[in-house]
């Protein structure tokens, strides 16, 4: 998990984009990617949740 942390976001996205869950769609994989990263990096769910809103 200390790997993890080293990494933005986007970086392990694009590291784990091609070889975790290819059998759903890309931005379904992203997402799920996203919620593992802030979940490893200890990211609030509340706090996530007001982030994607606020896109």
Do not use: C
């Not at 990494?7 to 931005?27: A, D, M, P, R, Y």
């Not at 379904?28 to 769910?45: E, T």
């Amino acid at each position: 998990m200390a790997e993890v942390k080293k990494v933005t976001k986007e970086k392990f996205i694009e590291n784990h984009i091609g070889v975790l869950w290819q059998s759903i769609k890309e931005g379904d994989r992203k997402k799920k990617l996203s919620d593992v990263y802030d979940s490893i990096v200890g990211k609030p769910k509340q706090e996530v949740a007001a982030a994607e809103t606020s896109k």
